[in-house]
């Protein structure tokens, strides 16, 4: 198993599919479907080093695209569900005022597991700044990229 692990891991650092890679896992895993980039962005750093930063910045790139996906994603929810109807529960309408009163700086917990990505669409629910949203998103998944691969590198250092 680890022989086959090894193999996969090596083919996706290639310089023909690692960034590329990294690209499409830190896409999809901003989504609401879960899946984590950070193994895959750890994996390409651990087999070739010198891809610190590259690897670091196509993962944050991909992921702040990811978001905006969902924040559009809400926006469109919103409008489809303002047809439908009219009544929320009180809890909803506690954390959509919470968020509210945040604004954009909200996107900075877009990092989070679990919450950040609805997070991106509820912004885009509340019709928040899109461009203010998109600028905290990217610094939050910054953010974690560098801080959690760095302590990967440090955990497991090879």
Same mark, same amino acid.
């Given at each position: +198993?680890?022989?086959? @692990?090894?193999?996969?891991?090596?083919?996706?650092?290639?310089?023909? &599919?690692?960034?590329?890679?990294? &690209?499409?896992?830190?896409?999809?895993?901003?989504?609401?479907?879960?899946?984590?980039?950070?193994?895959?962005?750890?994996?390409?750093?651990?087999?070739?080093? *010198? +891809? %610190?930063?590259?690897?670091?910045?196509?993962?944050?790139?991909?992921?702040?695209? =990811?978001? +905006?996906?969902?924040?559009?994603?809400?926006? =469109?929810?919103?409008?489809?569900?303002?047809?439908?109807?009219?009544?929320?529960?009180? &809890?909803?309408? #506690?954390?959509?005022?919470?968020?509210? #009163?945040?604004?954009?700086? *909200?996107?900075?917990?877009?990092?989070?597991?679990?919450?950040?990505?609805? @997070?991106?669409?509820? *912004?885009?629910? !509340? #019709?928040?700044?899109?461009?203010?949203? *998109? @600028?905290? +998103? !990217?610094?939050?998944?910054? !953010?974690?990229? !560098?801080?959690?691969?760095?302590? @990967?590198?440090?955990? %497991?250092? =090879?």
């Amino acid at each position: +198993m680890e022989i086959w @692990l090894d193999a996969l891991l090596a083919w996706l650092a290639l310089p023909k &599919f690692g960034l590329s890679t990294v &690209f499409v896992v830190a896409f999809i895993s901003a989504t609401l479907l879960p899946l984590g980039s950070e193994p895959v962005v750890y994996g390409l750093i651990r087999l070739n080093p *010198a +891809m %610190f930063w590259p690897a670091i910045l196509v993962a944050t790139a991909g992921n702040t695209l =990811g978001g +905006m996906l969902d924040w559009w994603l809400g926006y =469109g929810a919103h409008q489809a569900t303002d047809r439908l109807t009219k009544k929320h529960s009180r &809890f909803h309408l #506690r954390a959509l005022d919470w968020l509210e #009163r945040l604004g954009p700086k *909200a996107c900075l917990l877009s990092w989070l597991p679990l919450v950040g990505d609805p @997070l991106c669409a509820v *912004a885009g629910w !509340l #019709r928040l700044p899109f461009w203010p949203c *998109a @600028l905290y +998103m !990217l610094i939050g998944k910054f !953010l974690r990229y !560098l801080v959690m691969t760095t302590l @990967l590198l440090y955990v %497991f250092p =090879g």
